[in-house]
């Protein structure tokens, strides 16, 4: 490093379940882990301001919707804020995350429901979807810089539940005569 340099610190904030975070700030990354649940990162690139929320359901089939758990609420309270802030809603752009079946054997899979509500949302409102990472099996981390629109995704590791899971799904290995087993 050179003396005298300045080194750039950047800002986190943490978007935890029923949550929404909005920032003009260059210097702010919004984080959050998702499993099944979604986050929609949107931005207005003209006029640098994005945000990024975390919900839990869909909300979208006449379910108690006013809570920001909830993707309708939610997905409403995050482009509203946008718009006060200068965005037009014609600018904006969304990445989506999230979504993952991180448990087998419910009678329903919470995760592709998250992801096939903020598709068809995205697509109602006439938002363009310019990136996503929608399903699968595992949890992710994202860093969302919302006013370069920058993203980042990391898997996490399985739970030990997870673990469990696909430990108790494997096959059995068939017997082969002669062979010894070590514990």
Same mark, same amino acid.
């Given at each position: ?92 752009? &969304? !990445?989506? @995350?999230?979504? +993952? ?5 419910? #009678?329903? $899979?919470? *995760?592709?429901?998250? /992801?096939?509500? &903020? !598709?068809? @949302?995205?697509? +109602? ?5 310019? #990136?996503? $990472?929608? *399903?699968?099996?595992? /949890? ?44």
């Amino acid at each position: 490093m050179t003396v005298g340099a300045t080194q750039k610190v950047e800002r986190v904030t943490h978007v935890v379940q029923g949550e929404y975070a909005i920032s003009a700030d260059p210097d702010l990354v919004l984080t959050t882990i998702l499993g099944s649940c979604v986050s929609a990162c949107l931005r207005d690139p003209a006029v640098g301001v994005g945000g990024m929320n975390h919900f839990l359901l869909p909300g979208d089939t006449g379910e108690k919707a006013e809570t920001v758990k909830y993707g309708v609420h939610a997905m409403e309270l995050l482009i509203n804020s946008l718009l006060q802030r200068g965005a037009m809603r014609s600018r904006l752009e &969304a !990445k989506l @995350f999230g979504g +993952a079946c991180v448990v087998r054997g419910l #009678s329903t $899979d919470v *995760g592709a429901k998250n /992801a096939a509500f &903020a !598709k068809r @949302f995205l697509e +109602a409102e006439g938002i363009a979807c310019v #990136s996503e $990472d929608l *399903g699968g099996a595992q /949890a992710r981390r994202i860093r969302y810089w919302p006013v370069s629109g920058r993203a980042s995704l990391q898997w996490l590791a399985p739970s030990a539940a997870q673990l469990h899971e696909l430990e108790r799904r494997a096959p059995e290995k068939p017997a082969t005569a002669g062979a010894v087993e070590l514990f």
